[in-house]
C-alpha cells in the first residue's frame, strides 16, 4: 500500500489526480482488496468504503493481481488513524487474509490556508516533518512530502532540507501548569538577500524570518523600519506572513516568515524585528540585531542588460551578492560567508581574489 501525502480533510470533493494505491494477488475475481482503518484510540480495524476507486486486474502465472487506486473522503475523526489493506485469494479461500503495512494519517484542514495572501506558497505540516503543505490558488491546501531523507523545518525557508539540519514542529507539551522558566530575552532576525523594489508580486520562496520568545498569545513579533535620514523606527504590516508557535518549557516561541514589498523610499532603510513577552508584560521590549536594506530596482535587469553569458551581474552596493536576471526580473543572492562575487569567473570567490566589486 502507497498512501498520498495529500490528506486533508474536510474537502468538498474528490482529487482523483492524488490517488493512493493498495497493490496483491487475489488469485481470481472471488479475491478482493479492501481498504480498512483503525480510529485513534481503537483497536480494531473496520472495513471502509472510498469515495472513488479505479482498478486494473492483470494475470501473472495464471493469477489475478489487483491494483486499486482510491480516493478517501477523510473527516477529523480520522485524524491519527490507521489505514491498511485486506487481500484474500480466491484460489486458496482457506488462507487467512493478508494485509499491507499499516500507515499513520497525517491529516491537515481544509482550512490550512485560509489566511494565506499569494497564489502560492508553502508551510509546516503540523504533525509530521517531513511533509509539508503547499497553498494553492491562495487558499486551497495540498498535502505534499519531502524526498526521502529530507524535512521541512520551521525555520527553513519555503523548501526541504537534510533533516539532520532541519528543526522540526514540536508537536506536544510537557506543560501541566501555567508556570514558565524564564527563557533567554532574544529575537533573531534573517534577511532574505532578494531586496528588490517596485515588484509587483510577493516572492513567497524567499522570506524574511524573525523568532523569539512570545511568552503566551499576548505576546508578539512586529517587524519596524528607520528610513535613511530619519533617527525613528516605525512598525510596518508585511505583504505576507506566515508563523508557527512551538513551546519550549512552558513558553510559546514564534518563528514569523514574512515578506516585504519594498519600495524606493526603503533604500538604504534600517529594519528590525520587535519582541514582547505576555507572560512578562512589563518587561521592556526585545529588538533583534538591526539589518541595512541593500535594495535594487526591479527594473535592473532592463537597465543593465550586457549580454552576459550567464545574465548574473555585480550587486550594486555590496560585492558579497550578485544578481541573476531570469527573463527581465532580478532576483538577488549572496555568496557564502568570505566571498564575493567574481563576475570574471562567474562564481563566489575568496574577496581578496576578486579583482573587480563596484
Not at 494565506?116 to 505540516?125: A, C, D, I, L, P
Not at 486551497?140 to 520551521?154: L, M, T, V
Request: proline share 4%; aromatic share 10%.
Amino acid at each position: 500500500m502507497t498512501i498520498h501525502s495529500d490528506q486533508v480533510f474536510g474537502l468538498p470533493s474528490t482529487r482523483a489526480s492524488n490517488l493512493h494505491i493498495c497493490s496483491g494477488f487475489i488469485g481470481n475475481l472471488t479475491g478482493d482488496l479492501q481498504v480498512q482503518i483503525q480510529f485513534a484510540g481503537n483497536n480494531t480495524y473496520q472495513t471502509i468504503i472510498p469515495s472513488y476507486t479505479t482498478r486494473v486486474d492483470t494475470t501473472e502465472n495464471c493469477e489475478l493481481k489487483r491494483v486499486l487506486k482510491f480516493w478517501i473522503g477523510f473527516t477529523v475523526a480520522m485524524k491519527n488513524a490507521t489505514i491498511r489493506c485486506r487481500g484474500t485469494n480466491g484460489l486458496h479461500p482457506n488462507d487467512s487474509p493478508i494485509f499491507s503495512k499499516n500507515e499513520t494519517l497525517y491529516l491537515v484542514s481544509s482550512d490550512s490556508c485560509k489566511d494565506n495572501t499569494v497564489s502560492q506558497s508553502y508551510r509546516v505540516h503540523p504533525t509530521n516533518c517531513q511533509y509539508y503543505i503547499e497553498c494553492r490558488n491562495y487558499i486551497e491546501p495540498y498535502g505534499r512530502a519531502c524526498q526521502y531523507g529530507y524535512c521541512f523545518g520551521i525555520y527553513t525557508v519555503e523548501t526541504c532540507t537534510p533533516c539532520n539540519s532541519v528543526i522540526c514542529l514540536e508537536t506536544s507539551s510537557s506543560c501541566t501548569n501555567t508556570t514558565a522558566v524564564q527563557q533567554k530575552k532574544e529575537v533573531n532576525m534573517t534577511i532574505h538577500s532578494d531586496q528588490v523594489f517596485g515588484l509587483p508580486s510577493t516572492r513567497a520562496s524567499n522570506l524574511h524570518i524573525c523568532s523569539g520568545f512570545i511568552g503566551n498569545l499576548t505576546g508578539d513579533l512586529q517587524v519596524q523600519i528607520q528610513f535613511a535620514g530619519n533617527n525613528t523606527y516605525q512598525t510596518i504590516i508585511p505583504s505576507y506572513t506566515t508563523r508557527v508557535d512551538t513551546t519550549e518549557n512552558c513558553e510559546l516561541k514564534r518563528v514569523l516568515k514574512f515578506w516585504i514589498g519594498f519600495t524606493v523610499a526603503m533604500k538604504n532603510a534600517t529594519i528590525r524585528c520587535r519582541g514582547t513577552n505576555g507572560l512578562h508584560p512589563n518587561d521592556s521590549p526585545i529588538f533583534s540585531k538591526n539589518e541595512t536594506l541593500y535594495l535594487v530596482s526591479s527594473d535592473f535587469c532592463n537597465q543593465n542588460f550586457n549580454s552576459t553569458k550567464t545574465n548574473k551581474y555585480h550587486h550594486p552596493t555590496t560585492c558579497q551578492r550578485f544578481i541573476s536576471c531570469v527573463g527581465n526580473a532580478p532576483h538577488v543572492h549572496t555568496c557564502s560567508s568570505g566571498l564575493c562575487f567574481s563576475l570574471e569567473k562567474d562564481r563566489c570567490e575568496y574577496c581578496e581574489e576578486v579583482k573587480t566589486c563596484p
